[in-house]
Nanobody
Framework: HLVEDGGESVQSGGSLRLSCAAS???????????FGWFRQAPGKERERISC????????TYADPVKGRFTITRDNDKDTVFLQMDHLKSEDTGVYYC????????????????WGQGTQVTVSA
């Protein structure tokens, strides 16, 4: 259902834009799901870094990326984006797109669908 793109190797201080294309199959309408981005650094657990609601477009960010990353969605194209600016070496990891079970961004809304991940490598 979800296909990420845009992961690359970049130098510290640079920018990247990730995209997540959602394909609607039977029973899956992207317009009715909140979407988010997670990342998993080497040797660490997967962490949620951002979410965008479908109900009102409200967004949430984890503290490490707040002020540097921006999540947006284009409902006409069923695509979610993550603009990443001022990248740091600690942003290195595999980035996953997820569609949450419901329309809102709260901790009680679990991921339902996952993308395959895209590698982001930030060199110092």
């Amino acid at each position: 259902h979800l296909v990420e793109d845009g992961g690359e190797s970049v130098q510290s201080g640079g920018s990247l834009r990730l995209s997540c294309a959602a394909s609607g199959s039977s029973g899956f309408d992207p317009d009715y799901y909140a979407f988010g981005w997670f990342r998993q650094a080497p040797g660490k657990e997967r962490e949620r870094i951002s979410c965008i609601a479908s109900s009102d477009g409200s967004t949430t960010y984890a503290d490490p990326v707040k002020g540097r990353f921006t999540i947006t969605r284009d409902n006409d194209k069923d695509t979610v984006f993550l603009q990443m600016d001022h990248l740091k070496s600690e942003d290195t990891g595999v980035y996953y797109c997820a569609a949450f079970r419901f329309t809102y961004c709260r901790d009680d809304n679990p991921p339902r669908y996952w993308g395959q991940g895209t590698q982001v490598t930030v060199s110092a």
